[in-house]
C-alpha cells in the first residue's frame, strides 16, 4: 500500500517555506527518494473543498481520483494548510467535514498526518496580519469578536482527525521557539518522512516575517488605496524594512487581552503538551508569553523606514514601472508624516 503524508498546517505555522522547499526539490525527492510531491493547487474542485461544511461523496471521489493519478511512488507527500479548515468566517469551523472528506479520499493509502500548533494568542496575531496583507481593513478586536475559541482549542481540533484517521497516525509538532532554535519545520517534519534530499537542506531563507506593529497599522491604512500589484510591493517592502523579528512575538494584542487568551487555553495547552510534546520536545507547554515592549517605536519611525525602503526598491527596479508609481504615489500620501 502506497504511503500518503498529509502535511495540514496549521495556518502560519511554516507551511509555505516547506511548501517552497518541496516544490524547489521535487525532481531530486522524486529521482534521489523516491517521494513524489503532489501539488494539490491542480486539484480543479479545491477551493470548493477547502470551504465545504458537510461532506461531500462526490467531492471525495473525486480527490480520491486526483491522488490515485498523481501519487506515482510509494512515498507521496501532499502539504496544503487549507486542509486544516476555512479561515473565512468562522476559523476552522470545518475542519472535521475536512477530515472525514480526506479519509474518504485516501482508503487506499496508508495516510499519515502531520500537524503544527503554535500558542494560540500568537496564531491570532498572525492570522490577523495575513488578512491586513490581503487587503483586508479590519480591527484587531473585531477579528477576535469573530472567532470561536473551540475550534482553536487544539485538542479540540485534532479529535475529528484521530477519529478519522486513528491517533497512531497522526503526528503533532509544537511550533514554538522552544523547538524552532534547534530546528527548522521541513527538519522536524523530515523526522516523519526520512527524505535524504530534505536532510541535506541546510539553509533555508527566512520569507514572509511577520510585520511589526506600526507596519501592520501602515499596510492597514493603505490598502483601501492600493490595487493588488502595489499592495504586494507595499507588503514586501514592510516585511523587509519593518518586521517583528525571526521567532519573535507579536506586539499587536495589548498586554490584558493577550494574557486572557492565554489564559484561556493554558489548561487544553498543557494537556496537548503532556500527550505530545514533554517527552519528544521536553515541553511542558508551549512557551512562557514575552510581552514586547522594546519595540514599540513611534510610527513616524516607521514611515521612514518605508520611504527609504521603497526608494532602494525603486533603484533596484528601475525596468519595472510599477515601483516607480507605487513610490511616488506613497511619497506623497506619506511625506506630511516625515
Known amino acids: ?142 477579528f477576535i469578536n469573530d472567532l470561536d475559541f473551540k475550534f482553536l482549542d487544539w485538542n479540540n481540533f485534532l479529535n475529528p482527525w484521530i477519529q478519522t484517521f486513528g491517533e497512531e497516525n497522526i503526528t503533532v509538532f509544537p511550533y514554538d521557539p522552544i523547538v524552532l532554535n534547534e530546528k527548522k519545520v521541513h527538519e522536524l517534519l523530515n523526522d516523519v518522512i526520512k527524505s535524504k534530499t530534505l536532510s541535506a537542506i541546510q539553509d533555508v531563507p527566512e520569507k514572509n516575517i511577520g510585520m511589526s506593529k506600526n507596519a501592520t497599522q501602515i499596510m492597514k491604512g493603505m490598502s483601501e488605496v492600493l490595487n493588488p500589484d502595489e499592495k504586494k510591493i507595499l507588503r514586501r517592502v514592510l516585511q523587509k524594512v519593518d518586521n517583528k523579528g525571526i521567532n519573535q512575538e507579536y506586539n499587536i494584542l495589548n498586554s490584558e487581552i493577550k494574557s486572557k487568551i492565554i489564559a484561556h487555553f493554558d489548561n487544553s495547552n498543557r494537556l496537548l503538551s503532556t500527550k505530545y510534546y514533554s517527552e519528544k520536545f521536553n515541553m511542558e507547554n508551549f512557551s512562557r508569553p514575552f510581552f514586547v515592549t522594546d519595540n514599540d517605536q513611534p510610527i513616524e519611525k516607521s514611515y521612514q523606514k518605508l520611504i527609504k525602503g521603497l526608494i532602494f526598491e525603486v533603484n533596484t527596479n528601475r525596468e519595472k514601472s510599477k515601483g516607480s508609481y507605487l513610490f511616488k504615489m506613497l511619497f506623497e500620501k506619506l511625506k506630511s508624516k516625515l
Open 1 to 142: 500500500m502506497k504511503i500518503l503524508y498529509i502535511h495540514i498546517g496549521t495556518h502560519k505555522t511554516g507551511t509555505t517555506a516547506f511548501q517552497n522547499i518541496l516544490k524547489k526539490n521535487s525532481t531530486k525527492l522524486l529521482r534521489k527518494d523516491g517521494v513524489a510531491l503532489i501539488d494539490i493547487e491542480e486539484f480543479p474542485r479545491l477551493k470548493e473543498f477547502k470551504q465545504s461544511d458537510e461532506v461531500d461523496k462526490g467531492l471525495a471521489d473525486d480527490l480520491a481520483g486526483f491522488l490515485e493519478q498523481r501519487a506515482v511512488r510509494h512515498k507521496n507527500i501532499l502539504s496544503y494548510e487549507g486542509f486544516s479548515g476555512k479561515t473565512t468566517k468562522v476559523v476552522y469551523s470545518n475542519t472535521g467535514v475536512l477530515a472525514k472528506i480526506l479519509r474518504d479520499a485516501t482508503q487506499s493509502f496508508e495516510t499519515k498526518i502531520l500537524v503544527f500548533f503554535r500558542r494560540q494568542d500568537e496564531f491570532i496575531q498572525s492570522l490577523f496580519t495575513q488578512k491586513v496583507h490581503q487587503g483586508q481593513s479590519i480591527q484587531i478586536q473585531d
